[in-house]
């Protein structure tokens, strides 16, 4: 019996999906299990799998966006009889006009059909013959489309085209009218005017560009944001992952989501958010991560992260960043962080102004490790050095606050032992 392909949910925030690239076409047979499309949400693109058999018998939407359990297609037995499974509003085909009706000009427009002859006023026609005007290709704006003298003294003062300007704008098929110039036109201008005008290329963005778009603008409206930067010895962190090379593979993002997780605990304004009128202050930390993905940006979560250690932290991070460049994520991975770190050091950043990922107070941007050469009691010395990058909500996050919160990360940062204490 036929019946609909429908969209699935694929999360529990996950509202409607877009449909794209279909793997298969009306007709063909399908089995259990089978990649039939592809659904683009504003979080990840996945191939759907279909969950019954038989064969293709319309496709609903071709592409394009449909609310979650909306049909997309019908299913069933070849030469089965699904009528009653099509949309009953359709909209009908716009009627097209007859292939013999001519354009209407639009209003004000004036043309001029092969031998008709041109209407100018005896006053236009000597003043024309006076400044050397041809008026046969002049457009006429006097009563009933007539040239009158102020077209030819406009005319007149148009710029004049040399006479090789002329052959060769006649033999480019160009106005001479449209082809800016100063003073005289000349060859050249025209050549210019004439090459191929560079056409820029446009393509359609994704579901995941138009929703990251959207966020970003909101976020930018919604937020007073302030912005601090600070700099950091690595020296210690260095250190640190030196340290448990041999013991687990610890990168400098993991050590610093340990260490911001730790110090949120000490400033809960920024791990918190505004509903309203009010604060939500949310005690456990969920880290949202910034991943690049091919088609944007993805901010996985890890939850309860002020309670892992730099292990788990390792393990469960790469395992977010594969499930983001693969795809394969679960869309509620994707929800509910309270603070997010976003790390451009790998690219060479020394600084950038991240923007705050909502409904979080605050982004933490890590910047590229630097050797330089600093001040260290009294002497010159050369050290690893890195800057934080903070966007803070000064809807409830005070200047001092935020300094405070970059000052004592810096201090654990540059002594990990701190944190044991």
């Keep these: 019996m036929a019946d609909y392909i429908v969209m699935p949910k694929l999360g529990l925030t ?85 292939a013999d009706i001519s354009p209407v000009a639009e209003p004000g427009e004036v043309t001029k059909p092969a031998g008709a002859k041109v209407k100018i006023s005896p006053k236009a026609r000597k003043l024309a013959e006076e400044l050397g005007v041809d008026y046969t290709a002049l457009t006429g704006t006097g009563p009933g489309g007539a040239i009158s003298a102020e077209d030819i003294e406009k005319a007149a003062k148009q710029p004049k085209a040399t006479p090789m300007a002329a052959y060769t704008a006649q033999k480019l098929g160009v106005d001479l009218k449209e082809v800016p110039a100063e003073g005289r036109i000349r060859q050249e201008d025209v050549e210019r005017f004439a090459r191929p005008k560079e056409k820029p290329e446009r ?18 409206d919604e937020s007073a944001t302030v912005n601090f930067t600070v700099g950091v010895d690595m020296t210690g962190a260095t250190a640190l992952r030196e340290s448990l090379k041999e013991t687990a593979k610890i990168s400098f993002t993991d050590i610093l989501v340990l260490i911001t997780a730790r110090t949120l605990k000490d400033y809960p304004l920024l791990n918190a958010s505004v509903e309203g009128n009010e604060i939500v202050y949310h005690g456990a930390v969920h880290m949202g991560i910034a991943v690049a993905v091919e088609e944007g940006l993805m901010v996985p979560v890890l939850r309860g992260v002020d309670t892992m250690g730099l292990q788990q932290i390792a393990e469960e991070t790469a395992e977010l960043a594969t499930g983001c460049r693969d795809m394969s994520i679960n869309p509620d991975l994707l929800e509910g962080s309270t603070f997010t770190l976003s790390n451009l050091g790998m690219f060479g950043m020394e600084a950038f102004t991240p923007i705050i990922n909502q409904p979080n107070v605050a982004i933490l941007g890590i910047n590229a490790i630097i050797k330089k050469p600093v001040v260290v009691d009294d002497e010159i010395t050369i050290r690893p050095m890195m800057n934080l990058s903070l966007t803070a909500d000064h809807r409830i996050v005070d200047g001092a606050v935020a300094a405070q919160f970059l000052k004592t990360l810096k201090e654990r940062i540059e002594q990990p032992a701190l944190l044991l204490l």
């Excluded at 279909?50 to 979650?68: D, F, H, M, R, Y």
């Design 14 to 98: 996950m509202t409607e999906g877009s449909i794209r690239d279909w793997k298969v076409k009306e007709g063909d047979p399908i089995a259990i299990g089978d990649l039939i499309f592809e659904i683009e949400t504003d979080k990840i693109t996945k191939a759907f799998e279909s969950a019954q058999a038989g064969t293709l018998l319309k496709i609903l939407v071709p592409e394009g966006v449909v609310k979650v359990q909306g049909p997309v297609a019908i299913i069933g037995q070849p030469g089965e009889d699904f009528s009653a499974l099509l949309p009953k509003d359709r909209a009908e085909e716009p009627i097209k006009p007859p």
């Design 203 to 220: 393509e359609s963005m994704s579901r995941m560009r138009q929703i990251i778009a959207q966020r970003m603008k909101e976020s930018q």
